[in-house]
């Protein structure tokens, strides 16, 4: 198994579009065997689902994420966990307990005054939804 998790300074990063790095964890009978940071190369948005699959990930722990980068991941057969905060070593460790807090149904999440009046994710404008003071409105 290999499970990244959106990264920045030890903790979850809360904007999938913008994650600038990814720690990638190797796990085996349950248990991490290493991990390693790795970056992006500035790739965004609908890339970063191409990205985990060169990485050889199965499955996505993140903050906030646009319905355009949950089809993608889908699309390449990531399981996703959205919606968590907090430490990533922690994160994962919850997730292999089977203890992890997340949103299955995560729709968007901008924190941290990332509002930048545009939709959310993948920004495909006109999807029914725009982000406000991070929490998504129909």
Known sequence: ??????YENGQVYQHFGHTEQFKVYNVEDGTVISSEVVSTNGQGHGALAEVLTTL???TLICGGIGGGAQTALASAGI????????DADD???SLLAGTLAYVPDIQCSHHE???HGESCGEHHHGEGHACRHGHCTD
């Open 1 to 6: 198994m290999k499970i990244a998790v959106t």
């Open 56 to 58: 050889h990930v199965d």
């Open 79 to 86: 399981r996703l966990y959205g919606g968590v905060t907090g």
């Open 91 to 93: 994160a994962v460790a």
């Open 113 to 115: 005054g990332e509002h």
